[in-house]
């Protein structure tokens, strides 16, 4: 069965106009389900018009955003478009949140109304932000439309998002971008009023409006899922039951669930996967071995300031490349520049900060003028029109389409070299001993970065960071290969779902043999032992073995220049540099440091007295 047309007029209008035309056609279509709960369009649409009516009613602010406190579930939906009906935007907070994030996001507010559920009653107090109006509170509100409708260019909506100061920063989203997206979206895919549209983000996450709006615009279901309280582990069998026809889901969460299939595990209703976040052609490979040969895949490259600036469709006519997965090409209304490091145009096949352009963007964000000021422009040509400059790295390839490499934060110094961390962990992620990872640039201790690999390893009994560190030489440079692989059964992951790199970095680097395999050999002599102890100072580990290489344990050239000065200092030779890449070991360079010397030097006591002498 079709979708209701959408419109091209209906972008001049507002997000509840396009809902109250859907809910008007199909009244008794299922609208939502989730946690064993379902709500037609009619029922839906005449809960968000009492709330409506209530915020009408009552306060006086008629263009202020409107904070709303939920859980994942219908509520959370019939608030969000009672507070639009109201004219107002809508500030989607999740309940499972700490009390004092969300308190900071209210005083930045300076709500005078938060919207809840009677359940949510102690932690709205808590937060403070001002009066308090719940679902259903008055029972006798009307239950039509209240007919208020703003311009296109008003304000809809704000996303806090975790900003690079630590604090909040809210993006704010009008009526004409979220149609726009969902008028494209509309118009280039055969969408069905069969479908069943997964939504696995909460409401406050801007990629939610993606799902939510994508089925209500166009009749189709809306099925939630609580990540937070249902847990990967039952993500297949509500697919299954509630026949999941759309799937939208983090990178982070889409490898360990295929992971977890069985062999036999078949999802013919699926039709569309979307993985959000850099993913393989492996990821693909390995998904359709799940999957209907019809089923598509969507690249996107999109961001809370843009939405979806860039998009590939892939079926199975895409040829099969390796590594990541192309983000595609600019989507209708937007042109993407990328300029290299000098800030000229970027030759094809040459990664640049990528500069957006479309009047789609973000008008900036909320109350933080110089935040604003610095990412987001008015085109100085044509009015209207807006460029976003945050940070993103794209790369051209010669036929125009478009691969995403990370940003400006994942961009690091390593002894003199820029390193995209994004192309090391793009590298990581390839090998067939790692189910998932991250990677990221830490500091070593003597004001040098270094690259420290989170792996999650396909085979955690048979882990060996050596062999991963050779892997990655046969297609890295030696100054982009991780100092430290980390274990872990899993990466920690944020409230949407994605690999919470500050939890890793604010780990403690734990000291091992830098990945070494092999049998262990203790030092026995003298000199053996006083390299091997010059090692683990310099190296940051705890042990070394004699056989142990000097690369497997993350050596690289600095670090080697650091040990040959000490060792020339203690034993009063003068190796040259290239000694400990011919000698890599500490008794092969224990043979060095003797032949050098012209003895066996072993007399420890007049070594250690030597050691103290010179520090």
């Known amino acids: 069965m079709n979708n209701i047309r959408f419109d091209e007029t209906e972008l001049g209008g507002t997000i509840h106009a396009r809902f109250e035309r859907v809910a008007a056609t199909v009244p008794d279509r299922i609208a939502v389900t989730a946690h064993n709960r379902s709500i037609t369009y009619d029922a ?71 919207v809840t559920g009677a359940n949510h009653l102690p932690l709205a107090d808590e937060i403070g932000a001002g009066a308090v109006v719940t679902l259903d509170a008055d029972a006798a509100l009307p239950e039509t439309n209240p007919g208020v409708y703003p311009e296109a260019d008003s304000l809809a909506s704000i996303s806090f998002t975790s900003g690079s100061t630590g604090e909040p920063k809210g993006v704010m989203r009008d009526h004409w971008p979220i149609l726009h997206r969902q008028w494209v979206n509309a118009t280039a895919q055969p969408d069905s ?56 889901i983090p990178v982070d969460l889409f490898r360990p669930w295929l992971d977890s299939l069985p062999a036999d595990a078949f999802f013919p209703a699926l039709r569309q996967i979307a993985p959000a976040g850099r993913y393989y052609w492996r990821d693909i490979e390995k998904a359709r071995r799940h999957i209907p040969p019809e089923c598509t895949f969507v690249s996107r490259f999109s961001s809370n300031e843009t939405m979806m600036a860039a998009c590939l469709l892939i079926d199975q006519d895409t040829p099969v490349e390796d590594g990541v997965v192309a983000v595609g090409y600019p989507a209708p209304g937007f042109e993407i520049a990328i300029l290299n490091e ?33 990412s987001i422009h008015d085109h100085p040509q044509f009015p209207g029109v807006r460029v976003c400059r945050n940070g993103d790295y794209l790369l051209r390839r010669p036929n125009g389409c478009l691969e995403f490499h990370g940003r400006q934060d994942d961009r690091v110094k390593i002894r003199g070299n820029t390193v995209e961390v994004a192309e090391v962990e793009a590298a990581l992620l390839r ?13 070593s201790g003597g004001g040098d970065k270094m690259l420290v ?29 991780p100092a430290a692989f980390v274990p872990l059964a899993e990466l920690p992951l944020t409230a949407n779902a994605k690999i919470d790199r500050r939890t890793l970095a604010a780990m403690e680097i734990p000291l091992q043999r830098g990945g070494a395999t092999g049998d262990y050999r203790p030092p026995e002599t003298a000199s053996e032992m006083l390299i091997a102890g010059i090692w683990c100072e310099v190296l940051a580990i705890e042990t070394v073995g004699i056989d142990d ?25 003068d190796l040259p540099f290239a000694v400990l890449f011919d000698a890599p070991t500490v008794a092969a360079l224990a043979k060095a440091v003797d032949v050098e010397a012209g003895s066996t030097m072993d007399d420890l006591a007049a070594l250690l007295d030597a050691i103290e002498m010179d520090s």
């Open 453 to 481: 690999a989170y792996v999650v390893p396909s085979h955690p009994a048979d882990f060996e960071p050596s062999r991963l560190r050779r892997a990655l030489n046969q297609t890295l440079p030696s100054y982009m290969l």
């Open 44 to 114: 839906l649409n005449r809960a968000a018009n009492r709330l409506a009516h209530a915020l009408l009613a009552n306060h006086a602010r008629p263009s202020w955003p409107v904070p709303t406190l939920f859980d994942h579930d219908i509520d959370a939906i019939i608030a969000v478009l009672g507070v639009l009906k109201a004219g107002r935007a809508y500030v989607a907070l999740d309940a499972n949140q700490p009390a004092a994030r969300l308190a900071n996001i209210a005083s930045r507010l300076d709500a005078d109304v938060l």
């Open 431 to 443: 090998l067939p001993d790692v189910q998932t990872g991250a990677v990221l640039a830490r500091d």
């Open 193 to 248: 009023l069969d479908d069943r549209i997964s939504m696995l983000y909460g409401c406050q996450f801007g990629a939610a409006s993606s799902d939510l709006f994508s089925a209500l615009f166009l009749g189709e279901t809306l099925c939630m899922y609580d990540f937070g309280r249902q847990g990967l582990h039952n993500l297949t069998g509500w697919m299954f039951e509630q026949g999941i026809t759309y799937l939208h």
């Open 549 to 573: 290489n000097f690369l497997d344990l993350g050596g690289n050239s600095i670090l080697a220049a650091r040990i040959l000065a000490r060792i020339n200092a203690v034993f009063g030779v």
């Open 342 to 374: 000098q800030g000229e145009p970027a030759a094809d096949n040459e990664v640049g900060e990528a500069i957006i352009t479309g009047a789609q963007i973000t008008r900036g964000y909320w109350r933080q003028p110089e935040l604003t000021a610095k």
